[in-house]
């Protein structure tokens, strides 16, 4: 019984995470990947075949799920895909500076395996795609803004085999 609850309190406490407006940073080691072999996603550039996009997925505020145009990006990159067998790709899950540390980067892997779940779904090779979260440690925007913050909650692909 007692294992039963522990098991629930976890799995709650998984589903719910914590507050994404802590400001309270803990020190965490970042989570990288090696970057000598890897490339943004970009087009293929052969005629009649399908394009990679390297279209970020932007994402709300504490948030994982797909807007209908994130939605519509990842179909036309799931025929990219398709149509070139070959390609690998990574997908990155990236946040804003709010949260703590270890919360961003769990909220960042749940954006990168949303977005594969997704790709998956339309009939890609799990595979073939992997997922890394880089959390808050790779704005691509700087600033303490919402404008700020709305680019660096996002989702991008970077090509680590064509």
Known sequence: MLLKSTLSITALLLV???SCTD???KAAEPVSASAS?????SPSGSAGS???????????????????EAQSTLTAMAEALKA?????????????ERGTVEYNLALGERRAQSVKNFIAQ??????????????????VVQGHTEEAWAKNRRAEFVVTKN
């Open 23 to 25: 400001d309270k940073k």
């Open 50 to 68: 399908a394009e990679l996009s390297n279209a970020p997925i932007y994402f709300g505020f504490d948030d994982y799920t797909l807007s209908p």
């Open 122 to 139: 339309l009939g890609v090779e799990g595979a073939r795609l992997s997922t890394i979260s880089y959390g808050e440690e790779k704005p």
């Open 37 to 41: 072999s890897e490339t943004p996603a």
């Open 16 to 18: 719910l995470g914590t």
């Open 84 to 96: 070139n067998k070959s390609a690998v790709v990574q997908i990155e899950g990236h946040c804003d």
